[in-house]
């Protein structure tokens, strides 16, 4: 099973700028036609979060618009940028998404990979977090399934990166999550947006995995007091490749125009 992941994708309403600085709405575009281009094309696609920039229901209506084309099945998770009760009502045919006024946590079966989505949105917040109820919920829902390869997917990644202006806005209180991931040895990996960047790690007997945004690339700043920064590096998405009987094995896909291929490697 070939899953793609895209994240960040951070839209606006038609004819406004992310930031003002880029057409972030073109750039969605552009990376559904990546998709398509590929050989073989991904089975799923995740979409980890920060749909659209301000939560607003003209930036879901576009979004809707520009999600139209893709010819592979995708699945949602809201980011710290997105209204839940806003994504519920513009993806109404999307069933496995909670009713409103609920995090939008879900689990899907169809696939020989199991995806388990979790919510780590905090209303009103840029940091991410997860109550007892979401917690309970994780717990009983890897607990039901313990042999069947599983991918969780979230927005807000549960480790501290380094980087000092994304780390304030990390996942808050995540050894309690890490407890529960532990437990279970058919994690093959945890999926995550927010930081719009390619990053990974060990953690909770896992990795995890944060992908590029196709909008813009936060800066890689490593110093205590670096001051934010975003560049407008390839954007990129990230394949996820399982077969039977092996590890899952992660890529990053560049997306745009380069030159070549050259017929040496």
Not at 1 to 27: C, E, F, T, W
Not at 45 to 63: H, I, K, N, R, S
Not at 170 to 184: H, N, P, Q, Y
Request: with cysteine.
């Amino acid at each position: 099973m070939l899953l793609a992941q895209i994240s960040d994708l951070h839209v606006r309403p038609r004819g406004q700028l992310y930031k003002g600085v880029v057409d972030s709405n073109r750039l969605l575009q552009d990376a559904i036609s990546h998709l398509h281009g590929l050989d073989p094309r991904p089975d799923l696609v995740l979409v980890t979060g920060d749909l659209v920039d301000e939560g607003d229901p003209a930036e879901y209506a576009m979004l809707r618009t520009l999600l139209a084309p893709c010819e592979t099945p995708y699945l949602l998770i809201p980011g710290n940028h997105d209204s839940r009760d806003a994504l519920r009502d513009a993806f109404a045919e999307h069933s496995y998404l909670p009713a409103r006024g609920r995090p939008l946590h879900y689990v899907n079966d169809a696939h020989p990979v199991r995806i388990v989505a979790l919510d780590t949105t905090v209303p009103g917040s840029h940091h991410g977090a997860i109550d007892d109820t979401g917690l309970a919920w994780l717990a009983d829902t890897l607990a039901r399934e313990r042999t069947q390869p599983t991918v969780i997917i979230m927005h807000h990644p549960p480790f501290a990166s380094g980087i000092p202006y994304l780390d304030d806005y990390m996942l808050r209180d995540a050894v309690r999550l890490e407890e529960i991931v532990a437990r279970f040895d058919n994690i093959e990996r945890v999926l995550c947006g927010h930081v719009h960047r390619p990053i990974q790690v060990r953690w909770a007997g896992t990795i995890v995995c944060t992908c590029p945004s196709t909008a813009t690339q936060i800066a890689l700043r490593l110093r205590p007091d670096a001051a934010p920064a975003s560049y407008r590096e390839p954007p990129a998405c990230l394949l996820h490749r399982w077969q039977p009987g092996s590890a899952m094995i992660t890529h990053t896909s560049y997306i745009g125009h380069f030159d070549g291929p050259y017929p040496f490697a």
